[in-house]
């Protein structure tokens, strides 16, 4: 878990507290770029491990980050952000599903 003294850091370094759940997909997905005035809804199972991990590391970087909250959404639309924007992380992915992890 996130410490004292890593919160203290974040708000040394600036981190405010953001709300940001929908600006994430709203500037990163570019929705309105595509015509559509309401997002799609995708859904993923994750093993009950993988579930707690990532409910643990939201609520690990809310605190890092200085927000209220981070969901597991958030972090999906970062992610597929980021894995269309690059390159690199978009042939990592591709050798992981080769795999079938």
Not at 10 to 24: C, V
Not at 51 to 66: F, M, N, R, Y
């Amino acid at each position: 878990m996130i410490n004292s003294a890593n919160r203290a850091s974040a708000r040394a370094r600036g981190a405010q507290p953001q709300h940001r759940s929908h600006d994430l997909a709203a500037k990163h997905l570019h929705w309105a770029d595509s015509g559509r005035t309401k997002p799609v809804r995708r859904s993923v199972d994750l093993s009950p491990t993988y579930h707690l991990k990532l409910t643990q590391w939201c609520a690990e970087t809310a605190d890092v980050i200085g927000t209220a909250r981070v969901t597991g959404q958030d972090v999906i639309r970062a992610l597929v952000a980021r894995l269309l924007m690059d390159e690199s992380l978009a042939r990592r992915i591709r050798d992981d599903l080769s795999m079938d992890i």
